[in-house]
């Protein structure tokens, strides 16, 4: 007989259920969408699994869409790109494999096909991890989300780096919801860093940024404009941010 692949240990972390502070939400396609980012998937990987003791491997990804496009405002010539990726993962000798899909827009061809590939692989491997349970985000096919719990998440895994992102973008959050962004306001501020998570905020910017944040700069948010009253997002088209 063969040994069982996971220790009780692991079999009673996979059975944990889904911190709701690791939960973020997006809006797609008029719904909004939660899910768990790539970064905390290989944490908790790590911690459960051990350093080592996973691997992951392109299996298949192919550029499935390639067009010109106007980006954002001043309607520059740019690109729109596709991909699709196979991630095969191995854990303990089980394997699973996910599929995801990535999509990059930008006024340069390279880096349109570079940030595709890159989100596609991404949303494979959690895609792939979500088959062993709650904790990598399997919670959240349920759209009740009973097995997502509001308790604070085990961070004695997480490096110091990661620490530090989790604790800014909290409380850049809290800032936000206290001054009154909303999700139109989310999206023209990420527009202005131009950062698709709020993580790839230089650590020199991130208290000015928080400290910036007042009602009215809120206000001008929500209007899709800069501190300036620059118009910098056309609500009516969402499509026009670079994500």
């Not at 520059?76 to 990059?104: F, P, Q």
């Not at 390279?110 to 949303?123: I, M, N, R, V, Y």
């Not at 206290?178 to 998570?197: E, F, K, N």
Request: with cysteine; hydrophobic share 40%.
């Amino acid at each position: 007989m063969n040994p069982a692949p996971f220790s009780d240990r692991q079999i009673e972390a996979l059975q944990e259920s889904l911190s709701q502070q690791v939960v973020k939400t997006r809006v797609q396609g008029g719904r909004t969408l939660s899910y768990i980012e790539g970064w905390w998937a290989i944490s908790e990987a790590n911690r459960v699994f051990g350093f080592g003791s996973w691997n992951q491997q392109i299996i298949d990804i192919r550029c499935v869409s390639e067009r010109e496009r106007k980006i954002g405002q001043a309607k520059k010539d740019g690109w729109a790109v596709s991909y699709v990726t196979t991630i095969r993962l191995t854990v303990n000798g089980v394997i699973r494999e996910g599929v995801g899909a990535g999509h990059g827009i930008d006024v340069d061809l390279g880096l349109a096909h570079e940030s595709a590939a890159k989100e596609a692989a991404t949303d494979a491997m959690k895609r792939a991890f979500m088959t062993f349970g709650n904790i990598f985000g399997l919670a959240l096919y349920d759209k009740h989300q009973r097995n997502v719990e509001d308790r604070p998440p085990s961070l004695e895994h997480v490096p110091e780096v990661e620490k530090a992102d989790k604790k800014f973008t909290e409380a850049l959050f809290a800032k936000m919801n206290q001054v009154g962004v909303q999700s139109a306001g989310v999206m023209t501020l990420r527009q202005i860093l131009q950062v698709t998570d709020f993580e790839q905020v230089d650590s020199s910017l991130r208290q000015k940024l928080i400290d910036r944040l007042t009602p009215e700069y809120a206000t001008q948010l929500n209007a899709g404009k800069n501190s300036k009253g620059q118009q910098v997002l056309k609500m009516a088209e969402p499509e026009s941010v670079i994500e």
